[in-house]
């Protein structure tokens, strides 16, 4: 029998601007499952995708970031869970944080499927994980690395949609290098073959408008023209001295990716967050509360020649952003961005930053922006939900409206519930992906968005 309603309340409180979307939690930390009734959905649940099965069932594939492993979910008709386990444990990652994530897949980029995850932090493997969404559980202690694309403290690896070059697989790599005196988070690119993941050539962008030498040199709304420049290493210390060495612009923590959908053209458009960074010798030269960039790629080669505009600088007094507090995840649709906030601890740098973290919807053909909305940590807490002043991240957005597929706009998106944890003083961690004494306890909640536009 599937979850037919999860015990934890909803908790997103919606602005009245989109009273007519419907958000549902369709499974928590603190939710059994009757045919895994052990299953433990973890702590800081991220990235994920979802599959579309022939008998009518869906398969989610979901990162459980603190607990360094991959869940498998399984959902009935109407997105109701009905079994979880474990592919991938924090063995087989070497305790290194599985971030945000992206499905591959034949419909859309010409080849899979295969799961995507960044690893970012505490372990060794920071890099990009592959992982067939099928394997079976019995194997969690066991992982695959990319190595040709590279090692950094990846935050996810995107790969573009199969029509935006017609021969290639381009990826996508956000670094979520957090240093305290040079912005370090790189954008690297990788291109290979059609499906080849293993020889091709990594890159990394460099703004070459004159002038331009640190990110707070852009300035909001203003296109500067760039390039990807190869760079040979891969090893993390090394690979980050190269693209250094060779001018690729630093971000202060550059975090999620994605891309626009719509046409090739539009599949050419990427766009990220950079979290930002508050620290002495990084002012002037990297954001502090957070931006939002897009870049526009050749037409015919990725490497060629491109343009970069930061389009949301929460860091300009008076500007659209006002008021962000760390933009940390994005998914885009075909005329959307929704911006999802991990507020960093940062609202005394400007009193316009209110409230906990936040969803934003930017228009990306008239360039409005709005609030969606927001975690209500104080109903929350009220209630037993954590606390206050450990502020919740919003995260794992996707677009599931074509593998659903039953007429309706549908998303889901999950909350990292930073503070909640089980009152008996346990851990929301299954010991199938880790170990009790290793977790953060803290835990998760998986949603439906239905009725939002795209």
């Not at 989610?60 to 991959?70: G, M, P, Q, R, V």
């Not at 994980?129 to 403290?153: H, R």
């Not at 990594?202 to 190869?230: Q, R």
């Amino acid at each position: 029998m599937p979850l037919e309603t999860s015990r934890t309340p909803n908790f997103l409180k919606v602005e009245s601007a989109f009273t007519s979307i419907e958000v549902t939690p369709i499974l928590s930390s603190e939710d059994v499952l009757e045919s895994t009734p052990d299953f433990v959905y973890g702590s800081m649940a991220d990235g994920a995708g979802l599959l579309a099965e022939n008998d009518g069932t869906f398969t989610l594939i979901n990162n459980i970031e603190a607990d360094f492993a991959i869940a498998r979910i399984r959902l009935n008709k109407d997105l109701k869970p009905m079994h979880g386990e474990y592919i991938v444990n924090a063995f087989a990652t070497a305790f290194t944080a599985q971030c945000s994530g992206s499905l591959i897949t034949p419909e859309e980029h010409g080849f899979g499927p295969l799961f995507l995850s960044g690893g970012e932090w505490e372990g060794s493997s920071k890099g990009v994980f592959a992982t067939n969404p099928y394997k079976s559980a019995d194997n969690a202690d066991t992982a695959i690395l990319l190595p040709s694309l590279g090692e950094w403290s990846t935050e996810n690896a995107v790969i573009l949609g199969k029509d935006a070059y017609s021969d290639k697989t381009v990826v996508f790599i956000g670094d979520d290098h957090s240093d305290n005196s040079v912005p370090s988070g790189q954008l690297g690119m990788y291109v290979g073959k059609r499906g080849n993941l293993d020889s091709g050539q990594i890159y990394g962008l460099k703004v070459t408008t004159a002038g331009i030498d640190f990110e707070m040199d852009m300035a909001e709304g203003v296109e500067y023209d760039a390039e990807f420049v190869e760079l040979n290493e891969t090893q993390i210390d090394l690979l980050d001295a190269e693209a250094k060495a060779k001018g690729i612009m630093g971000f202060s923590r550059l975090e999620d990716i994605d891309y626009r959908r719509g046409s090739a053209a539009a599949e050419r458009e990427i766009y990220f967050c950079v979290t930002g960074r508050d620290r002495a010798d990084l002012v002037g030269k990297g954001s502090l509360l957070g931006r939002v960039y897009k870049v526009v790629l050749n037409e015919t080669d990725p490497a060629g020649a491109a343009k970069i505009t930061c389009i949301l600088d929460g860091d300009k007094v008076g500007g659209k952003a006002d008021g962000f507090h760390s933009p940390d995840n994005i998914l885009v649709t075909e005329n959307y961005a929704y911006i999802q906030e991990d507020p960093n601890g940062y609202a005394y740098l400007n009193a316009n930053i209110s409230g906990y973290a936040k969803m934003y919807q930017y228009n990306l053909n008239t360039g409005e922006l709005k609030t969606v909305l927001e975690c209500d940590q104080d109903a929350a807490a009220a209630a037993g939900y954590g606390t206050t002043t450990n502020t919740w991240e919003i995260t794992g957005m996707i677009d599931v409206t074509d593998v659903v597929n039953n007429g309706e706009n549908t998303f889901i998106v999950i909350t990292q519930n930073h503070g909640w944890e089980p009152a008996d003083g346990s851990a929301f961690t299954d010991p199938t992906a880790n170990s009790v004494n290793n977790s953060r306890k803290e835990g998760s909640t998986l949603f439906t968005i239905t009725g939002l536009e795209r």
